[in-house]
């Protein structure tokens, strides 16, 4: 199923893009500063529903939309918004984008997402740069054709483990750089999409977890064993179940955010120039 979707990207440019970088909830505004036209070589954007066999986002706060342009000079490849496995869609289809945007040609994979953070030190509109996770939805996602193997051979336990040192290490020094707290931890993936429970919440505290999302960790682990490099930033939205004083909704989630974008489109605009 890749092969159309490459056939109908190629028909409108020819860019190769080098870093893929997927835009989480309430996060997607950041493909606004890719630019559609450099040293007048064109760009695209697709909407994904126009894409064959693209799944097609039923969230809020998930545009559906492929951006292909410069980011700060560097090709870009920019998911605005993902598909979830709480939408319906097993995970070789989930990822389908990503095997995509490797046949374009990236090297290096960055996501993004919106979590709920049961870090007591960490609070909302904070973003944590992940150094790893704990995969509790279940699969890695490793069910195309021919990837049982590689992922024996290549995968998440493997030297291509995902959250490559190279480029945690670029988006530590564009933090500093750019005066951006930067908070770092454990993401805990979870299939959704209901939210954790508080016990679930104690117990993943004991695993060393710091936050909760819907996604996430088996991009990072296909991206490994696709032999790509990555990385992820989360911003944290809300305090787990339990720890705030008003039940959790997915609009707080978007909102809080929209006001943290800012500093996440810096961050990763300043990566995506290095890497």
Known sequence: MIAPIVEVIRAQTALVPRVGVVLGSGLGGAADRVALEHDGKPGAT??????????????????????????????????????????GYPLDVVTRPHRALAALGIETLLVTNAVGTFNPAFAPGDLMLVRDHLNHI????????????????????????????????????????????LREGILLAGKGPAYETAAEIRVARLWGADA????????????????????????????????????LTHHEVEQVAGEAAGRLERLIGGAVGRL
């Open 46 to 87: 697709f909407a994904t529903s126009d894409l064959p066999g693209w799944p097609r986002s039923t969230v809020k706060g998930h545009e559906g939309k492929l951006v292909l342009g410069w980011w700060n000079g560097t090709p870009v490849a920019v998911l605005r918004g993902r598909t979830h496995a709480y939408e």
């Open 212 to 247: 909760a999302c819907m996604s996430s960790a088996h991009e990072m682990d296909l991206g490994a064993a696709l032999g790509l490099k990555t990385g992820a930033v989360s911003c944290i939205t809300n305090y787990g179940t339990g720890m705030s004083p008003h039940a």
């Open 138 to 181: 279940g699969r890695r996602g490793l069910f195309a054709a021919g990837e049982l193997g590689l992922e024996l051979a290549r995968g998440a336990c493997g030297q291509a483990r995902p959250y490559t040192p190279e480029v945690l290490d670029t988006l530590r020094a564009v933090a500093r750089e750019e005066k951006i707290r």
